[in-house]
């Protein structure tokens, strides 16, 4: 079977705080994410690359499973691979302890940069500002940990990254009962798989992801007033939702339209008339209004 370089700078992350970990990646290859990003909860996070064994990922992670440090593995790992001069891999155990390689064979510029419970790597690229961009971007970020991996990939897009183009870009976070309704582990999956800005496109998604199954913040719920009633049923009434007049009360048939809209719009986690059914989160109503073109007079 013929193997393909992957010219693809990724990073591999712990949080101890969230209890999670994470792969993100980006790469001028198709799919990139299928290959490169595996992660395990309680176990921990690889990036697999260059001329890419997909071994590394599940075998990996199997290791750290059972108790192995990243350090362990990657030696069992690269003992068992005759062609390991041409891997270039970073791995996070499950206590957040990091290791990288780049085989002598990997394609230039190659390389890698540990810090504290992360790994950059990447190989083919415009150079080591890649990199280093990557782990300042990760360490001074706010947010959760899909949030700092994305402003990682971010930084090394901006700066450099793959020296003969862009094409896809990946992240993938996984945590105890992380997934959702709290069933699995796969808190999200996220992939740009081929476009001419695929970071870009992918920070968005994640974006989207916080938006619909995120939880609203206390400060962001409104009371529904008369000028906001009437915005969303002049929307439930023009998208047929909504059969009653337009009289800005937030009754029982209004509410009962909304829920039905709700459901088709995948806002359950955001409103539902069981929980707080006369304060609506804030963004919502922004995204009502961007989406559906609403005037935001009044608000």
């Known amino acids: 079977m013929r193997q393909i370089y992957f010219s693809t700078y990724s990073i591999a992350a712990f949080d101890p705080t969230e209890h999670a970990w994470g792969v993100a990646v980006a790469s001028k290859f198709l799919a990139a994410g299928a290959v490169v990003a595996w992660a395990q909860a309680k176990a921990g996070a690889i990036a697999t690359q260059a001329l890419a064994n997909v071994?590394?990922?599940?075998?990996?992670?199997?290791?750290?499973?059972?108790?192995?440090?990243?350090?362990?593995t990657l030696e069992k790992?690269?003992?068992g691979d005759p062609n390991h001069?041409?891997?270039?891999?970073?791995?996070?155990?499950?206590?957040?302890?990091?290791?990288?390689?780049?085989?002598?064979?990997?394609?230039?510029?190659?390389?890698?940069?540990?810090?504290?419970?992360?790994?950059?790597?990447?190989?083919?690229?415009?150079?080591?500002?890649?990199l280093e961009a990557m782990a300042e971007a990760f360490e001074t970020a706010d947010g959760e940990l899909a949030d700092r991996l994305i402003a990682a990939l971010l930084a090394g897009d901006t700066v450099g990254g793959d020296s003969r183009g862009k094409q896809a870009a990946a992240v993938y976070v996984v945590k105890p009962n992380g997934g959702y309704g709290g069933d699995n582990e796969?808190?999200?999956d996220l992939r740009v798989d081929d476009d001419p800005d695929p970071v870009h496109r992918l920070a968005g998604l994640v974006k989207l992801h916080h938006f619909f199954f995120?939880?609203?913040?206390?400060?962001?719920?409104?009371?529904?007033?008369?000028?906001?009633?009437i915005e969303i049923q002049t929307v439930l009434k023009r998208l047929d939702y909504y059969q009653h007049g337009i009289n800005g009360q937030w009754d029982e048939a209004t509410r009962s339209a909304f829920w039905a809209f709700c459901g088709v719009e995948n806002l359950e986690e955001r409103w539902s008339p069981d929980?707080?059914?006369?304060?609506?989160?804030?963004?919502?109503l922004e995204f009502i209004r961007e989406r559906f073109g609403v005037s935001n007079e009044g608000f």
Do not use: F
Not at 275 to 284: G, N, S, T, Y
């Open 77 to 79: 790992l690269l003992a």
């Open 186 to 188: 796969y808190y999200l």
């Open 275 to 284: 929980k707080h059914p006369e304060l609506l989160d804030r963004v919502v």
């Open 85 to 130: 001069a041409h891997r270039q891999v970073g791995l996070v155990d499950k206590n957040g302890g990091v290791v990288a390689y780049t085989g002598r064979e990997c394609n230039g510029w190659a390389g890698h940069k540990i810090g504290k419970g992360y790994t950059c790597q990447g190989n083919i690229l415009t150079g080591g500002n890649t």
């Open 55 to 72: 071994t590394y990922g599940p075998e990996g992670l199997a290791m750290m499973a059972a108790g192995l440090t990243a350090e362990q």
């Open 214 to 229: 995120g939880a609203s913040k206390a400060e962001d719920l409104l009371p529904v007033d008369t000028s906001i009633a």
